[in-house]
């Protein structure tokens, strides 16, 4: 008999969904689940980024060695470059976080993160030290450990550099501290109130060789860990190549690999060890002296396990539910493992007694103070003694449905309840207070080191199996049938009753004429009825036609005109916009995020926009944009008057290109599109005949490697860069036309830039380029690869690897004066 279980997720959901609330395990998985109830050991991988972390690694530890396996992240990602959509700063951040999850989900491990906000590339720890605040984020490092408790702690990068980003060669500095400050009561003295000091036995580096960097040795205490796993059915190599090809936001889709596969481990500090990175660890229950019954409890469980029967298993997992009821909590050690183990010995029983259970609500959208429709529902698929209860439906409690289930028959119970009026708004709880560059501001302390929000709301069904009484708690969520995905989950989105929508999070004004933008209004209720207010910054008007909105149906729209106006002494500064409903102010705009391979997103934010007037002259007026792996480039060109046509293959191939005045291709191009190959010739030929050709920037990697070539001569893509916005830029050709036509470009157009100067500067340039500045990061060499400007018949090839693709959308008005300038090159005689 084929029988296939219910695994209810353990992780936390609330703006996300961090797997269905139902997975289907099978008996092999169950046999996994209670060796992992045996061991009593934990380890902590620490690194900077999401996907810095060794997923094989991972893997085994999680799934052979059955430890409990963390992967401590320093940051979510918010610098990172994007392969697969538009989204910069903080929603890159949150992607990559869920990224991160579905990594965890395969791999096993668990995630967490510190509140250090990756401001992007840093070439050395000092940099990175003197924007996040070194020892705030030190102090996150040692909240996570003792609360992790890690029997051991590996890093991924070494203290000496060879890691090469700053922010790799911090997270390892970090680390180091934190193994000693962790055990030291005088350090960071306030966590103790809700945790207690922990002491590592000892910290590794996991050396690697990649990259072209080889740091491992003979030398080194060696793990494989490419073992085959019969129980899961693959090898952990192979397990890696799924975990790992979840980070697609950075293109790491990975090849499976099988057989050997050898880690290495340096000491850095601790316990000293000749074999085993575990070596001297007892990781089985007989570690405590209160807790060696339960070695024998569990072993004799898995001896027993019959999976065509798992049922039989109940009265077994009992006994140690109720043994584990038993530890003293005095022991802060035995207490950290009694909870942890409680926990999975309910995973087991749920699973053995074929136990599902899920509420979710009427509909994804509700409002604090609202009426939510409920379904809740359960079966036990096993023959065995469940008994439901009671239902507590936002904890009022429904005990008329209480009933002895009866085996494989589908239960559904609906009720209505009204969601606390106190309720606060879903957003993601990192991104809830404005932020400096350098770390999230979290107020609440104990939110620190979470991957993400617990429920806003959920549903706790109260059941007994054989004597045992469990109270088994569902975040509610909204399920739907896709025509395409089938059922599908979203998370439950606790709102104001109205949410405000700016088009462009920027707007750039180049004139004193004034722009008629269009803000939208939509109800999260019915009978939605209030009046917009906008605010201006100096030298600013805003007018509308009429402020009130009259919104009869949730989910329905208002669209409003505003018309925004400069004077010649305006200030840049923020539109702010907001509503009044019912005498109550509400400000939030919501912004939603979807990809196949995470749960729905959203990150409620101020309903405002920056103004910014340019000084700014514009020659041409056509444009054509060859998309690249998303950016906002183009939208921005449209704000400043200029008719830009998205150039599909299609009209590549067809159209004649000579009606444009300039074609742009988004970052990343030629490393996404293998069709611009095709059209290498055809382009060059628009150029011959007087056409500007202006590519950003673009990668030469094993992961995002140029698949044709560029220009008309030849160069190289590099990984320079200039990660300071600050640095000082020469004009080594000021007379070039790049820098006066049609605005002449000075110093002060490069101030305020965001993150960076710019990467993947040009090197090895042919001498039929000329290049126009100069630029360095502290104690590096000036590079001239910024920015390459050839002549090719009548017109002009453009490769730059300044950062227009975030300059633009963040309204840096000098950003926008030279890339009309590099659009608007002449044409050559």
Request: charged share 20%; hydrophobic share 35%; glycine share 6%.
């Amino acid at each position: 008999m084929k029988r296939f279980l219910l695994l209810f997720s353990l992780y936390f959901f609330s703006h996300t969904i961090s797997a269905q609330t139902s997975l289907q395990l099978n008996s092999a998985d169950i046999l996994q689940s209670l060796k992992k109830l045996n061991t009593v050991g934990s380890v902590l991988y620490i690194a900077a980024h999401p996907d810095d972390e060794n997923t094989r690694l991972l893997a085994y530890l999680a799934k052979q060695k059955n430890l409990r396996t963390g992967y401590l992240s320093l940051t979510r990602g918010d610098g990172g470059q994007n392969l697969i959509g538009k989204e910069q700063g903080e929603a890159m951040g949150l992607v990559r976080t869920q990224e991160l999850l579905a990594a965890r989900r395969i791999d096993g491990a668990e995630q967490f993160f510190t509140r250090a906000n990756d401001f992007g590339f840093s070439k050395n720890p000092e940099e990175t030290f003197s924007i996040w605040n070194k020892d705030s984020i030190l102090a996150d490092v040692v909240l996570a450990i003792r609360r992790f408790k890690p029997d051991v702690i590996m890093c991924r990068f070494p203290t000496t550099g060879e890691g090469g980003h700053g922010h790799h060669t911090a997270s390892a500095i970090l680390a180091l501290e934190a193994f000693d400050a962790a055990a030291d009561p005088k350090r960071f003295p306030e966590q103790l109130a809700y945790t207690q000091v922990w002491q590592a036995k000892r910290i590794f580096w996991n050396t690697f060789n990649f990259g072209g960097v080889n740091t491992t040795s003979p030398d080194q205490m060696k793990l494989d860990v490419g073992v085959f796993n019969p129980l899961l059915g693959k090898s952990y190599g192979e397990i890696a190549a799924e975990s790992r090809s979840m980070h697609k936001s950075q293109g790491f889709g990975s090849a499976k690999s099988r057989g050997e596969a050898i880690e290495f481990f340096k000491l850095l500090k601790g316990d000293p060890a000749k074999e085993d990175v575990f070596e001297g660890i007892n990781q089985s229950w007989t570690r405590f002296a209160s807790t060696t019954g339960l070695d024998k409890l569990t072993t004799d469980c898995i001896k027993k396990y019959d999976p065509q029967a798992p049922e039989k298993s109940i009265p077994d997992l009992i006994a140690i539910y109720k043994q584990l009821q038993q530890l003293d909590d005095s022991d802060a050690s035995i207490s950290y493992w009694k909870k942890l183990k409680l926990k999975e010995t309910e995973t087991l029983l749920l699973n053995c007694a074929g136990l599902w259970m899920e509420a979710y609500a009427g509909d994804y959208i509700t409002v604090p103070g609202n009426d939510i429709s409920i379904t809740s529902q359960i079966i036990a698929k096993n023959k065995c003694d469940v008994k439901l209860n009671k239902i507590s439906f936002l904890n009022q409690a429904d005990t008329s449905i209480a009933k002895a289930l009866e085996t494989d028959k589908f239960y559904t119970f609906s009720n209505k309840q009204q969601l606390p009026a106190t309720t606060p708004f879903s957003t993601p709880y990192w991104l809830i207070e404005k932020h400096p560059v350098s770390i999230y501001t979290v107020n609440n302390r104990q939110l620190i080191g979470k991957p993400e929000n617990d429920a806003a709301a959920s549903v706790t069904f109260d059941i007994t199996i054989n004597d045992l009484n469990l109270k088994i708690e569902r975040g509610l969520v909204y399920k739907y049938t896709d025509p395409v995905k089938g059922e599908t989950y979203r998370p439950l989105e606790v709102l104001p009753p109205a949410t405000i929508n700016i088009p462009d999070k920027v707007l750039v004004f180049n004139s004193n004429e004034p722009k008629t933008i269009l803000i939208t209004v939509k109800a999260n209720k019915a009978n939605v009825t209030g009046d917009l207010q906008i605010t201006v910054p100096e030298g600013w008007t805003a007018h509308t036609h009429n402020d009130r909105f009259v919104l009869a149906a949730k989910k329905e729209e208002a669209t409003i005109e505003v018309t925004i106006n400069p004077n010649k002494n305006s200030v840049d500064g923020n539109l702010q916009v907001s509503v009044v409903i019912d005498g109550v102010t509400y400000t939030k705009s919501i912004r939603r995020i979807e990809y196949d391979h995470i749960p729905y997103q959203f990150i409620l934010s101020d309903a405002e926009a920056k103004l910014v007037n340019v000084n700014l002259k514009t020659t041409g007026t056509t444009i054509g944009y060859i998309p690249g792996a998303g950016d906002d480039v183009a939208a921005c060109l449209k704000q400043i008057g200029y008719n830009v046509t998205i150039l599909t293959d299609e009209m590549l191939a067809k159209d004649n290109l000579s009606k444009y005045s300039s074609i742009i291709t988004g970052v990343r191009a030629y490393n996404t599109n293998e069709r611009l190959q095709i059209y290498y010739t055809k382009l060059m030929d628009y150029v011959k005949n007087g056409g500007n050709l202006v590519v950003q920037y673009n990668t030469n990697t094993s992961l995002g490697p140029v698949g044709s070539k560029i220009g008309p001569y030849p160069f190289t893509v590099s990984k320079d860069r200039v990660t300071d916005e600050n640095a000082a830029v020469t004009f080594t050709n000021p007379k070039h036309a790049a820098l006066n036509f049609p605005n002449i470009i000075t110093q002060k157009d490069f101030e305020n830039w965001i993150q960076e100067r710019g990467i993947y500067f040009a090197t090895d340039i042919d001498k039929s380029y000329e290049t126009v500045f100069a630029m360095n990061d502290p104690k590096e060499k000036p590079a001239d690869g910024s920015l390459i400007i050839g002549k090719y018949g009548k017109g002009n090839f453009v490769y730059t690897g300044l950062d227009f693709f975030r300059e633009l959308p963040a309204g840096v008005p000098g950003a926008y004066r030279l890339f009309v300038n590099l659009i608007s090159l002449p044409t050559n005689k």
